[in-house]
């Protein structure tokens, strides 16, 4: 990873090659991720498991997943680690060689969490070195990022379709050539957080940036955790829903109903695209509440509209509400700029748990109502958008002196 001569432009400049890198292994992490669930029902078969095991394994990887998230992100804010992204991606290679070989439940466990632990450390870690080599385009940057843990996430269930047959689970173990390409990666990317990262890094913290008082960060935090409530819990419904929605309410066949949902998905990868680059141009706080209360038009609209529009709908839904993650992200670490890690894995972790939770929570409410009403309830969710006119506007807050406190070399 070569990055410029020391000098203004070395510390203040992008560097796409890295901000590149950092989004590939996004990619190979998040598939490898997305695999595991792929897989529920060649283990249900292997290992005679019913459904309470199954979520227990989903429950094992979501907590080393979400959980550990601000913990490793609040850790690595006091001590840089530039190694830390391939000693984490060597978890997720033996968690899946474990997921491949396991001889029984109890192992199985141990194999989810160590995926889990993996992909605790990369989130955070990688979203800090994506801000390091963002410069002046952090937006751009954590929406190159995102969108390659969405690309990951799609090839997932494709990619373990091929290489996994009924049955037998030592397809699994090929993933973890994958995982052996993002070590190698991501120790190169390791090498130019050494030479190069702490010193951008050191550059950033001696800049004069916005301090608000406590009262107004934790009203903001507190804000954006709600605001990330309604996007999440809404891709949820949509996530996990949308196909019997369109089966139950137009009778379309289930590979119809799956066209509708990669429609969706493929509008939020392009929605997370120009998320960022917009943040960067008009402001990170004007992008979050046209995206979030810009797709509310469209979520009321749906549950009464016909086939055509329901899919013209959801599209625009996508597009405009997938916008806004990359912006929180940014948003969050100009909001505590001593604490990039921790905002990242808050934030990435919160995606994990809220959009678990809505999955299970709108499947609780869809089998005591039906999965029409499910629609009608979640289409009102983008208008706590309206909350985010109580956000400071960090573009004219007036900076004060520089934080020298974060970030320590190793």
């Not at 020391?6 to 203040?12: I, R, S």
């Amino acid at each position: 990873m070569r990055a410029p001569t020391q000098g203004p432009a070395a510390v203040q400049g992008t560097v796409y090659t890295v901000i590149l890198a950092i989004a590939f292994c996004h990619t190979l992490n998040d598939m490898m991720q997305s695999m595991l669930v792929a897989i529920y029902p060649n283990l249900k078969q292997t290992f005679d498991l019913d459904f309470a095991h199954i979520g227990l394994v989903t429950l094992t990887f979501q907590l080393t997943a979400s959980l550990l998230q601000p913990l490793v992100g609040l850790y690595t804010d006091r001590r840089a680690l530039p190694f830390a992204l391939p000693t984490a991606m060597v978890f997720t290679f033996i968690g899946l060689l474990l997921l491949a070989f396991a001889p029984n439940y109890p192992l199985l466990l141990l194999a989810a969490g160590t995926v889990g632990l993996g992909s605790s450390v990369f989130h955070p870690e990688s979203s800090r070195v994506a801000h390091m080599a963002a410069g002046h385009r952090r937006g751009l940057a954590q929406s190159l990022f995102q969108t390659g843990g969405s690309v990951g996430t799609a090839l997932g269930p494709l990619i373990a379709a091929l290489v996994v047959t009924a049955g037998h689970r030592t397809g699994v173990a090929w993933f973890s050539l994958a995982a052996f390409l993002a070590i190698a990666i991501l120790t190169a990317v390791g090498i130019w957080y050494r030479n190069h990262g702490l010193a951008r890094a050191a550059h950033h913290a001696m800049r004069r940036h916005v301090e608000l008082p406590r009262a107004k960060v934790r009203l903001a935090l507190v804000i954006l955790v709600v605001l990330m409530f309604s996007k999440f819990f809404y891709l949820s419904s949509i996530g996990s829903y949308f196909t019997f929605y369109v089966i139950h309410k137009f009778g379309v066949s289930v590979s119809a109903a799956q066209l509708y949902l990669f429609a969706f998905l493929s509008a939020s990868a392009v929605g997370t695209v120009l998320g960022g680059p917009l943040g960067d141009r008009f402001g990170r706080k004007h992008l979050i509440w046209a995206s979030i209360l810009g797709c509310l038009p469209f979520t009321l609209a749906m549950p009464y509209a016909g086939p055509l529009w329901t899919g013209i709908f959801s599209v625009c839904a996508g597009l405009v509400l997938s916008s806004a993650f990359p912006a929180m992200v940014v948003y969050g670490q100009e909001l505590l700029p001593g604490r990039v890690g921790m905002i990242s894995g808050m934030f990435f972790g919160l995606s994990f748990g809220l959009g678990g939770l809505g999955a299970a929570l709108l499947g609780v409410l869809a089998d005591h109502t039906s999965i029409a009403f499910v629609y009608h309830v979640c289409a009102f969710l983008p208008a706590l958008g309206l909350l985010a006119a109580f956000l400071p506007d960090l573009a004219q807050e007036k900076p004060l002196p520089p934080d020298r406190g974060h970030l320590s070399g190793p």
